[in-house]
């Protein structure tokens, strides 16, 4: 089954905390990128990549990294998490990003930081 | 930049009624449009997309959207809502080569027996 993966779905931590959260798909698309969703603001861009060992900063990139060492992986990495990161993370990944190229969505991780 | 706007953080209609969900953009040149559902506990799943020729497009689970260029505007439709329609529901805009996709503030859906 198609389908982007995200791990873990629910995470708690505390602050400063250094915390990965996994996304890998098996459709082998270009196009992976990680939003982050909270109240009132929708979806707001992290980082993206194009292709491997390609990545770029999104709206709110500020206290994250991602890797793209392989094509289906892309990392969100968060090495020192604070409060305000605590929100409800999606990976999406499409074929190319070129602009009507749908993208694929993974189920989310709420990360809670105290 | 590109922005979208949609203006109602929430609705609640009756199972059965007719539903409009309003969508707004702001774009420079001819955008390409989506509308996406999430529901609880899910990500999002595509509902329909326009970028080019007939602007009523129709997508999946009987929603349509129209492309009005006069007004910016690209709202969703449904004649008739299924209580299983009740979700958030969040349009998109994308540029022609962009890399980004932006989303609007989503509307929560309610639908009422």
């Known amino acids: 089954e198609a389908q982007v993966t995200q791990n873990p779905r629910y995470l708690i931590t505390v602050t400063g905390k250094k915390l990965t959260v996994t996304c890998s798909q098996n459709m082998n698309h270009e196009y992976m990128s990680w939003y982050r969703q909270d109240p009132g603001l929708g979806l707001r861009q992290i980082y993206y990549s194009m292709n491997v060992e390609v990545t770029d900063k999104g709206d709110v990139p500020e206290g994250y990294k991602v890797s793209r060492k392989e094509k289906r992986n892309f990392p969100l990495i968060l090495e020192s998490p604070s409060p305000n990161q605590t929100s409800l993370y999606f990976c999406?990944?499409?074929?190319?990003?070129?602009?009507?190229?749908?993208?694929?969505f993974g189920n989310g991780t709420r990360l809670t930081v105290t | 930049a590109q922005s979208v706007t949609q203006p109602d953080i929430h609705i609640t209609v009756s199972e059965g009624a007719s539903l409009e969900l309003r969508c707004n953009y702001s774009?420079?040149?001819?955008?390409?449009l989506f509308w996406y559902v999430q529901s609880p506990g899910q990500g999002l799943q595509l509902l329909l997309k326009y970028f080019s020729g007939d602007t009523l497009v129709q997508g999946i689970k009987g929603f349509e959207a129209e492309f009005k260029r006069s007004q910016s505007s690209f709202n969703l439709r449904k004649p008739s809502v299924h209580w299983s329609d009740a979700a958030e529901y969040f349009c998109?805009?994308?540029?022609?080569?962009?890399?980004?996709?932006?989303f609007g503030t989503g509307t929560r859906l309610q639908v009422t027996l």
């Open positions: 998109a805009v994308g540029a022609g080569t962009a890399s980004k996709l932006t």
């Open positions: 999406a990944s499409a074929p190319i990003q070129d602009g009507n190229s749908p993208l694929h």
């Open positions: 774009y420079g040149a001819t955008p390409y």
